[in-house]
């Protein structure tokens, strides 16, 4: 009883020091763009902005539950003060609208601001250079505009996707040497790859998915720290560069829906973190190498759409942490691996559809250890022989579409025992008899 007086007397004493220039900040902030039609959270911790009542709690506070909400502080003491310094503001979908101010710079110590997914335009501030403890900013899903601000030394993450950049590709990005993330997908920057980026020796997440470039993937990518490329639907056109054999910390690297021509990049096989490989619907040739299956820590592995040859490697079957496998719109030929039901006991989705590919159903795919298989097509192929009759009721396969093939004799009932199925395709095969009265109990009838 005695301590918790003596502890009520010591946080009388104390002086709760709110920089008034802070509130400047936050005010420029909300005053700017339009703050009165702030959309507020009421599953969020923290209460809305008021900067009219004297009595209302300042925007820190670390005792009681009214913080303002989205703001973040950080509380240090110093003797009978304790400064409360606002250190992050997170207002995500909060409905702000109109142009960021240049007064933000007056919370000179906020390390983070995250205004994803408001109504904000126009261009940045040139005053965020002078927020030297920036590390964080995103905003994405905005209409901000070129060009961009000199935005630092200080900065780190950066993201700016889903905006409105369109022109030439902001070079003042390669004056910000600490820059280890840069987001800009969906903005339209036409023209070829940016050398800029060779000036961010510490970038190791780059995103430029849909941004129109154009002409080669640059080599100096490289000599980068990388562990994620995202360059999706593009124009990018050429083979992906030798160098990137260096890359050994890259986990995710996604190239789909551009012009890239030439065989499977050999260099990937040295990227043994790789986790997400996406080589999709570009203009890929000749072989996959049987140790693909050397990539012990893939867990999505797309090559669909392109025009690989030859059969499917049995190393694939050694990817033991896959869950999703796309092989479909090549040309592959030959059998399908015995033992690709065995795969993985994470696989979810395989697709191997719109090849060439003959022989039997691998009778693996149904009573494999791969269980929670939901997604299985082998359409558009020359399968033949009878479909698998040991089944494994315990299998979740949802969708099953083995359509334009070569499959013989009645429907077989052995399908009744896939009780998750929803989706079933059988289309132009040589099936014959009559449709089993049991199919209609699966819940794809319903």
């Not at 005053?31 to 599953?43: D, L, P, Q």
């Not at 703001?71 to 979908?93: A, P, Q, R």
């Not at 999706?232 to 021509?261: A, D, H, R, Y």
Request: glycine share 10%.
């Amino acid at each position: 009883m005695i301590l918790d007086v003596i502890n009520l007397l010591l946080l009388a004493s104390i002086s709760w020091a709110q920089p008034d220039y802070q509130i400047e900040g936050l005010y420029a902030l909300y005053n700017n763009t339009n703050g009165t039609g702030w959309n507020w959270k009421s599953n969020n911790s923290g209460i809305a902005w008021n900067f009219t009542d004297q009595n209302y709690s300042k925007p820190c506070n670390n005792y009681e539950p009214d913080q303002w909400q989205g703001v973040t502080c950080n509380f240090s003491d110093t003797g009978n003060v304790t400064l409360n310094n606002i250190t992050k503001i997170e207002l995500k979908l909060h409905g702000l609208d109109g142009e960021i101010p240049s007064g933000i710079q007056l919370i000179s110590t906020l390390h983070t601001l995250d205004l994803e997914s408001n109504k904000l335009r126009g261009t940045l501030p040139d005053s965020i250079a002078n927020m030297t403890a920036l590390k964080t900013l995103e905003l994405p899903g905005n209409d901000i505009i070129l060009p961009l601000p000199y935005l630092g030394t200080t900065i780190q993450h950066l993201s700016i996707s889903e905006n409105q950049l369109s022109g030439t590709f902001p070079t003042i990005l390669g004056k910000s040497p600490q820059l280890t993330k840069v987001q800009l997908f969906r903005n339209k920057f036409p023209g070829p790859f940016p050398d800029v980026l060779a000036n961010l020796t510490l970038l190791r997440n780059l995103e430029l998915g849909d941004c129109n470039l154009t002409g080669t993937i640059p080599s100096y990518l490289g000599s980068l720290p990388f562990s994620k490329i995202d360059v999706i639907g593009n124009s990018l056109t050429g083979t992906v560069p030798s160098t990137f054999g260096k890359l050994s910390g890259m986990e995710v690297m996604w190239l789909s829906l551009n012009q890239l021509t030439g065989t499977f990049p050999s260099t990937i096989l040295s990227m043994t973190a790789m986790k997400y490989l996406s080589l999709g619907n570009n203009m890929l040739n000749g072989n996959l190498p049987q140790d693909i299956g050397s990539l012990q820590f893939m867990l999505q592995f797309i090559m669909d759409l392109n025009s690989f040859t030859g059969t499917i490697p049995s190393g694939l079957c050694a990817l033991s942490n896959v869950k999703i496998v796309g092989l479909s719109g090549n040309s592959f030929s030959g059998t399908i691996p015995t033992n690709i039901g065995d795969m993985s006991s994470d696989l979810i989705m395989l697709n191997m559809g719109d090849n060439s590919l003959s022989g039997t159903i691998p009778v693996s795919l149904f009573n494999g250890k791969s269980r929670d298989l939901k997604i299985l097509t082998l359409s558009s192929n020359m399968l033949g022989g009878t479909f698998p009759d040991l089944v494994e009721p315990g299998m979740k396969i949802s969708l099953l579409d083995i359509g334009t093939n070569f499959i013989p004799g009645p429907i077989p009932l052995s399908i009744m025992k896939l009780h998750h199925l929803t989706g079933l395709q059988l289309k132009e095969n040589q099936f014959y008899g009559s449709i089993p009265a049991a199919l209609c109990q699966l819940s794809l009838f319903d």
